[in-house]
Structures are given as structure tokens and as C-alpha cells.
T-cell receptor, first 112, second 116 residues
């Protein structure tokens, strides 16, 4: 059974810091891994999708890496800004299905 | 392309009433998902459609829940005899066809349900 864990649960940093969010999963037989951002009371915004054959994906100040063998992904945010404050979620599909399993998220606050 | 839309955005109902939510996916996407999210948790999978076929259902989808996608376009999620425990955000997502495996999901704004 696929389980997804995100550490830390919450993070508060001053503006300008580089930071790393972690996502781990128990079943390494995945097609892909997707990172999302969620603002309070809103839907999810897709940030990055990493296919199982890829090691990294980059979009602007965001870089996501994937290590399938160890069941880990990291989301790196460079030069954080107050507008980055949100909850960040990772999700992986359960092996052999289209059912995505989400972590509980990391709640990020970037202080001006 | 206007993205995934959901209606209504908010619904307040009394216990025992029936409610229905609608999701309009991105037009060229043939895959559609429903999720439920409670405060402080990640979304929980409810069900998945490929075109009009409902291919997966979670055990969370009790007999009181039913979802349809009659023409492979919009979808509806109905909850009968609502209970206070049904209070949550109901999220819809769509994704394009991919020849192998699941593809990138795009989410709507959600419907916030409050059962009094």
C-alpha cells in the first residue's frame, strides 16, 4: 500500500532563503510524482511533474528531484519570497492504478 | 482554455439533505478525478473516470455517494442523506490522455461543503 510522507509539516523562513521540502513514498514502482501548491481555501496548482525516468525537473526558481530507488523526492525553492507562502503537496499514483496518493503537505511561511 | 471549473464553490446544507456538485474539466482531457480534502490533510481519492467509464472507486465512496460522467465531458458528484462528517472540500481534477500510465493532473477551485 502506497504511503506518502512530507517533512517538515511546517516551515517558517526569512525572505531570500533557499529551502528544501521533502517527500517520501513507500512503493517505488511509480509512473511519476507531482508537486502542487495550495493556497488557503483554494484548489491545487500544479508546479512540477517528474516522470519515473527523470531525475530532475526545473521551473523558474523551483527544482524537483526524484530518487525512485530510495523513495524520495525533494522540492528546492531558491530565493524564497513572501508570495511563496502556501502549503506544498506531493502526490504519486498507486502502482498499477490511476489513484493518486497525497502527502499531508508542508505549510510554508516566508517572512518579509 | 479556462481550466477546470466547479460549481457551486460553496454549499451549506442541513443534515439529511441531498447535494450535487458539478465539475467541468479542461476540454481535451479525457480523464477526470474526484477527491475529498479535510482541514490539514492532503486530498483523498474518491473516484476516477476515463471518458464516461468510472474505472476506480475508493472505499471512501459509500453507498450515499455517486458520481457520473454521462457524455465523457462534465461530471457530477451526488451525496445523499448528508452527514456532518461529509463536511469537506470536494476537488475535481482532469488530465490528458497518455498512452501509458497516469498523467499530469489539473485541479479546479473546489466546492466547500458544510453540513449543519
Amino acid at each position: 500500500k502506497q504511503e506518502v510522507t512530507q517533512i517538515p509539516a511546517a516551515l517558517s523562513v526569512p525572505e531570500g532563503e533557499n529551502l528544501v521540502l521533502n517527500c517520501s513514498f513507500t512503493d517505488s514502482a511509480i509512473y511519476n510524482l507531482q508537486w502542487f501548491r495550495q493556497d488557503p481555501g483554494k484548489g491545487l496548482t500544479s508546479l512540477l511533474l517528474i516522470q519515473s525516468s527523470q531525475r530532475e525537473q526545473t521551473s523558474g526558481r523551483l527544482n524537483a528531484s526524484l530518487d525512485k530507488s530510495s523513495g524520495r523526492s525533494t522540492l528546492y525553492i531558491a530565493a524564497s519570497q513572501p508570495g511563496d507562502s502556501a502549503t506544498y503537496l506531493c502526490a504519486v499514483p498507486t502502482s498499477g492504478t490511476y489513484k493518486y496518493i497525497f502527502g499531508t503537505g508542508t505549510r510554508l511561511k516566508v517572512l518579509a | 482554455d479556462t481550466g477546470v471549473s466547479q460549481d457551486p464553490r460553496h454549499k451549506i446544507t442541513k443534515r439529511g439533505q441531498n447535494v450535487t456538485f458539478r465539475c467541468d474539466p479542461i476540454s481535451e482531457h479525457n480523464r477526470l478525478y474526484w477527491y475529498r480534502q479535510t482541514l490539514g490533510q492532503g486530498p483523498e481519492f474518491l473516484t476516477y473516470f476515463q471518458n464516461e467509464a468510472q474505472l476506480e472507486k475508493s472505499r471512501l465512496l459509500s453507498d450515499r455517494f455517486s458520481a457520473e460522467r454521462p457524455k465523457g465531458s462534465f461530471s457530477t458528484l451526488e451525496i445523499q442523506r448528508t452527514e456532518q462528517g461529509d463536511s469537506a472540500m470536494y476537488l475535481c481534477a482532469s488530465s490528458p490522455w497518455r498512452d501509458r500510465g497516469p498523467s499530469e493532473q489539473f485541479f479546479g477551485p473546489g466546492t466547500r461543503l458544510t453540513v449543519l
